[in-house]
């Protein structure tokens, strides 16, 4: 399966989980359990949030083997996230990496609070989260008004955009076969309410 095959695969598993025509267990079977013994060969590595609301497997109506799937919050890439996307891509030969962020991000709406007040809205601070988003955040809170309600998803699919570009910016290896032609890189959004995954760009 090539890269534009692999996205229509996303597309049209995406479309199933809305209408509610999911495979009913397709892909999970025992006999693919024993199938995936002598090895795995992904259509589409996908980072996505770690929010629970978004099963990255569930909402593409993908079965055992057909993901590798990268789960961090908001999102972010890191140097584990860059290293997990090139052993799929070098190893196992997928064709597409897609970076997906999703509607009402805690992480995201986290991160916004914290920069706006310079106060961290969780008891816990996460010092690695806030300094992968800050640059996404700061220059969207630029001016000093108060970001209207819509805000948190504008900077979801900011979020998406600077991580699609951090991993073409910090791998080598993804930036060349995306070049050749070899790979697509590409950003999505999930609606945690209607279930569409809408894909950026």
């Keep these: 399966m090539n890269a534009r095959e692999a996205l229509q695969a996303l597309k049209d598993g995406n479309g199933r989980y809305v ?16 199938h ?17 609301r978004v099963p990255v ?4 109506d993908q079965g055992l083997g057909d993901l ?17 996307v090139e052993f799929a891509v070098a ?3 997928t064709p597409l990496v897609v970076v997906l962020g999703h509607e009402g991000c805690g992480a995201v709406t ?24 800050r640059p996404v955040v700061e220059p969207l ?5 108060p970001p209207p309600p819509e805000f948190i998803d504008t900077v979801v699919r900011a979020n998406v955009k600077h991580a699609v570009a951090t991993l073409r910016e910090s791998s080598p290896l993804v930036a060349g076969k995306e070049a050749a032609g070899d790979l697509l890189l590409v950003g999505a959004e999930y609606a945690l309410g209607g279930g569409e995954v809408v894909f950026l760009g």
Excluded at 36 to 52: E, H, W, Y
């Design 68 to 84: 590798f799937v990268i789960r961090v919050a908001g999102n972010i890439v890191r140097t584990s996230q860059i290293e997990s």
């Design 141 to 145: 809170l630029e001016g000093g008004a």
């Design 57 to 60: 497997e569930i909402i593409f």
């Design 36 to 52: 995936l013994t002598d090895g795995q060969n992904p259509l589409a590595v996908v980072i996505g949030c770690s929010d629970s």
């Design 91 to 93: 190893e196992l030969g």
């Design 110 to 133: 986290a991160a916004v609070e914290e920069l706006r007040s310079d106060t961290p809205p969780l008891e816990l601070r996460l010092p690695t989260l806030m300094e992968s988003l």
């Design 19 to 34: 209408d509610e025509l999911r495979r009913h267990g397709s892909g999970v079977d025992a006999g693919r359990r024993l």
